[in-house]
């Protein structure tokens, strides 16, 4: 994947990065801090001894993180090293950037009006991407207790209405992860044993849709 000028990574502040040093024994976790698009990155690092004498300007390096899914990974080099209050890196911003798939199927962005039923509890939604074996459900309506309540492997029952369908589709799906980001609930999801036709149908819609994001 090439980054055009001034394009900002799928990277939010906070994130954890890996950096490899010139030998991939030399590995430190990192922390992204800062950036300016198209210039440079600002990594914390931890408290540590030993490697300074590595972290020279124009030293080359190697990033990874991972983000949605993706693993990826980027050559870059050193602009400077801070220590003296914080141990500060900054790195020159990528010109291209390797995306590596984690999961078992790619997943697809997208946006399909759904209902989620928990035991009595119908809850509205969206899903806002899907693959071959699971989806995300985000809600409004659902609260943070609901989230509480809402154990992991808990299973729950979905309506989905997929492009070209009239009529919503009613699938399993089994809970993987839960969050609130203050707004919304956003439910992991795998699908349990789906109807072959459906599954056709999923097949088809990502395998489409990864062909032409090709």
Do not use: W
Request: with cysteine; hydrophobic share 40%; net charge negative.
């Amino acid at each position: 994947m090439r980054l055009n000028h001034g394009e900002r990574l799928s990277l939010e502040i906070g994130s954890r990065m890996e950096i490899e040093l010139g030998s991939r024994s030399s590995r430190l976790s990192s922390r992204l801090v800062g950036m300016d698009p198209g210039a440079f990155l600002i990594a914390r690092l931890p408290e540590f001894d030993g490697f300074e004498d590595q972290l020279l300007p124009g030293t080359a390096i190697r990033v990874s993180f991972e983000y949605s899914g993706n693993l990826y990974v980027f050559a870059s080099s050193i602009i400077d090293f801070h220590s003296r209050s914080l141990p500060l890196l900054i790195l020159t911003y990528p010109q291209a950037v390797d995306r590596h798939e984690l999961r078992a199927h790619p997943r697809i962005d997208c946006l399909f009006p759904a209902t989620a039923r928990v035991d009595a509890t119908v809850f509205q939604g969206n899903v806002t991407d899907i693959s071959k074996g699971g989806c995300r459900f985000v809600s409004r309506e659902m609260s943070e207790e609901d989230l509480r309540r809402l154990s992991m492997e808990k299973h729950l029952v979905m309506q989905i209405l997929l492009p070209g369908d009239a009529h919503p589709r009613e699938l399993k799906g089994q809970v993987r992860s839960v969050r609130h980001d203050g707004r919304n609930a956003i439910l992991g999801l795998q699908f349990q044993d789906p109807d072959p036709e459906l599954l056709e149908k999923l097949s088809d819609f990502v395998d489409a849709s990864v062909f032409l994001l090709k």
